[in-house]
């Protein structure tokens, strides 16, 4: 019976460790409340903090994740994933509120993976960017069909159609020459966007974040910019042609890790279409204008991609068990994939950190900067690089890279400021200091 009873004990207490909590659809107060539930189980890895408010002045919460909350720390590469952009496209906000849970528990019970993803990395995690559509869509209650319900702000905006658009200037530059990063916004920017959009813009130009995803539904795939087709070719009523990053490769391999860790989405039949091993460039697929994910990559040092991930934008909640043990993996997989390439400091020759220096990699048309504190970090796959940082006042600097598929290589560059080159000035005769010209010495008469 002692042997029984033993064996039950054990069971209770393994069950007691890996029970999952209840999967549920969460409203607003639901979600704000498992937000804070978690930063209390895990206060010193953890920080809760809001961007700015929706229409109807909902917070835009995020949850971070690191070993120095609130605290950039010098090499540690910052990432984030955004959900419920549109505010029917739900799972992705579940499965964010579930990775928040699942990281907390994890890294309380000592798994080495999550306790050194948590200490190598900053995470930001916004479950909602469209509270106020959420509510909408939530309202309709089980069982009715509404597509369309809730996708909208507050304002009835397609938050995914109202970032600045930066593809047409890109698209000019790369044929007339210009920037390829760092785009500039227009100057009446602010009144042309949601105060959701708004608030994003900011939160990104805020964090030197490194790697993004944005969670949606009504497909399965990974999608990689560009989203913005750059021909105006037509397949039936959907603008579409395969419009690549000068980062295409790279683009691909990350949409990869994310399909392949995935319990389904690289088998490529999913919801009636049929995407090779899960992925698609965005515009490929449809032309889309004014997108969250191009605006990262234009605008920021930020990669960032598109996940759908549901054939059904608002699943049952019979279904979310099962969604989130299809997704837990890739979710984590695709945290990972911000440790590889370059990154290093850039510093002047009295040490000092050198922010907004321009990180160059030959052959590859888009460049990245250092942020704030002079670090930089460029997302690479294996190979062998030319890599060049420039500064305003500096010489450059170039070097040789080889980059493995392990850890980033780390890089550091030292930039001597650049000496003036001063035109020499022509002496002539009877010249003083700088060559001017000096009086004839006059001699003193002799006297009558």
């Known amino acids: 019976m002692s042997g029984l009873l033993s064996i039950f004990l054990h069971l209770l207490l393994l069950f007691k460790l890996v029970a999952p909590v209840t999967f549920r659809h969460r409203r607003y107060d639901d979600l704000v409340r498992t937000l804070y539930n978690v930063h209390n189980e895990c206060p010193y890895i953890t920080r809760l903090y809001s ?71 900053r995470i930001h995690i916004m479950p909602s960017m469209n509270p106020d559509g959420y509510e909408v869509a939530a309202a309709q209650g089980p069982g009715i069909s509404g597509y369309l319900v809730g996708r909208n702000n507050a304002n009835g905006v397609d938050l995914n159609r109202n970032f600045p658009d930066l593809n047409t200037y890109i698209y000019y530059n790369e044929k007339y020459g210009g920037p390829n990063h760092h785009l500039p916004l227009p100057d009446n920017w602010k009144s042309q966007v949601e105060p959701e959009t708004r608030a994003v813009i900011h939160w990104i130009r805020s964090f030197n974040f490194v790697l ?56 490529g039949w999913n919801c009636g279409d049929y995407f090779p091993d899960g992925i698609t460039n965005g515009a490929s697929w449809y032309s889309l ?57 850039v510093l002047d020759e009295n040490n000092n950190n050198l922010p907004e220096a321009v990180i160059s990699v030959s052959g590859i048309n ?64 009877n010249a003083g200091p700088g060559g001017r010209v000096l009086p004839k010495k006059v001699q003193p008469r002799a006297a009558k």
């Open 366 to 429: 888009h460049d990245v900067t250092s942020g704030d504190h002079g670090d930089y970090f460029r997302l690479l796959l294996p190979g062998t690089y030319i890599v060049t940082a420039t500064a305003p006042g500096f010489d450059p600097e170039t070097v040789s890279v080889t980059v493995g598929p392990g850890e980033p290589k780390l890089v550091d560059f030292q930039l001597k400021r650049s000496i003036p080159q001063v035109t020499p000035t022509r002496r002539v005769p």
């Open 51 to 121: 961007v700015g408010r929706s229409v109807k002045g909902r917070h835009l919460y995020v949850l971070e994740f690191s070993d120095f909350p609130g605290i950039h720390e010098p090499l540690e590469p910052e990432v984030k994933y955004v959900g419920n952009m549109h505010g029917n496209e739900v799972l992705g906000r579940e499965l964010l509120l579930q990775l928040s849970e699942f990281l907390c528990e994890e890294f309380r019970n000592g798994n080495q993976r999550i306790v050194r993803l948590v200490e190598s990395t």
């Open 212 to 267: 993004s995803a944005n969670l949606h539904g009504g497909a399965v795939v990974a999608n990689y910019p560009y989203d913005k087709s750059l021909e105006h070719r037509f397949r039936g009523f959907r603008r579409t042609a395969n419009t690549p990053t000068p980062d295409d490769k790279l683009f691909q391999k990350l949409a990869k890790v994310y399909s392949y860790a995935h319990g389904w989405m690289h088998q």
């Open 289 to 345: 204008s004014k997108g969250m994910q191009d605006f990262n990559y234009l605008h920021t040092n930020c990669f960032e991609i598109t996940l759908e991930l549901s054939c059904d934008k608002f699943p049952r909640q019979e279904d979310l068990q099962r969604e989130w043990l299809g997704n837990r993996e890739a979710l984590i997989q695709f945290l990972e994939q911000v440790h590889q390439g370059i990154k290093g400091m």
